[in-house]
């Protein structure tokens, strides 16, 4: 079974902290996706990566980046953390080929006070 | 417009009904769908994949309207278990493959 394992579940950090969320997958998936959804927006996407050292923006990378040094994982980083950036913080993998389902890893709920 | 919409709901229904969601979708362009399940303050999980045919797992049944270009999910005998947001989710053809998940749909099954 595909595992999807995000370092926090919850964490609290303050205005203006470089703020590191880090996901790993074990089923040597292609591409791996941070989402970041709010109640009424539902999922976002802000970056992906299709191999690693590969990355695209998704439709809100600002604010953010991220890094894939190894095939497993993908680091979101939140360069300057704002208060705008609390929110719930999903990553997913999926295999390279052709249209896949997504696997979820469990979510870190992020609070920037 | 949005790429993808779903009417938020709640849907609330008793045990044993049978209940129906829609998700339109704007690109014609759409090859691949999805239903996903995401319980509260939990990640979303595959539900499942929706094909051209349409097809049934147990009490749910997907279908897919390439002319009116939406998707249905259908539950039969509503389980209280079956409380949870409905995501559909939409990848165009080609390209890079990323997918589109709609807002959700929420469904509420009381006794």
């Known amino acids: 079974d595909v595992k999807v394992t995000q370092s926090s579940r919850y964490l609290v950090k303050r205005t203006g902290e470089k703020v590191f969320l880090e996901c790993v997958q074990d089923m040597d998936h292609e591409n791996m996706f941070w989402y970041r959804q709010d109640p009424g927006l539902g999922l976002r996407l802000i970056y992906f990566?299709?191999?690693?050292?590969?990355?695209e923006k998704g439709d809100i990378p600002e604010g953010y980046s991220v890094s894939r040094e190894k095939k497993e994982r993908f680091s979101l980083i939140l360069e300057s953390a704002s208060t705008n950036q609390t929110s719930m913080y999903l990553c997913?993998?999926?295999?390279?080929?052709?249209?896949?389902?997504?696997?979820f890893g469990d979510g870190t709920r992020l609070s920037i006070l | 417009r949005k790429e993808v919409e779903q009417d938020p709901g709640p849907f609330n229904v008793p045990e044993g009904a049978t209940v129906a969601f829609n998700c339109t979708y704007s690109?014609?362009?759409?090859?691949?769908f999805f239903w996903y399940r995401q319980d509260c303050r939990k990640e979303p999980k595959l539900l499942m994949s929706?094909?051209?045919s349409g097809n049934e797992d147990g009490r749910f049944t997907a279908q897919l309207n390439r002319a009116s270009q939406y998707i249905s999910l259908l539950i039969r005998d509503s389980k209280l278990s079956d409380s949870a947001t409905y995501l559909c989710?939409?990848?165009?053809?080609?390209?890079?493959?990323?997918?589109?998940f709609g807002r959700g749909t929420s469904l509420i099954v009381h006794p």
């Open positions: 990566s299709y191999d690693v050292k590969m990355k």
């Open positions: 997913a993998s999926s295999p390279g080929t052709g249209v896949q389902p997504q696997h």
């Open positions: 690109n014609s362009a759409s090859q691949s």
């Open positions: 929706v094909y051209s």
């Open positions: 989710v939409v990848t165009l053809s080609g390209g890079s493959y990323i997918p589109t």
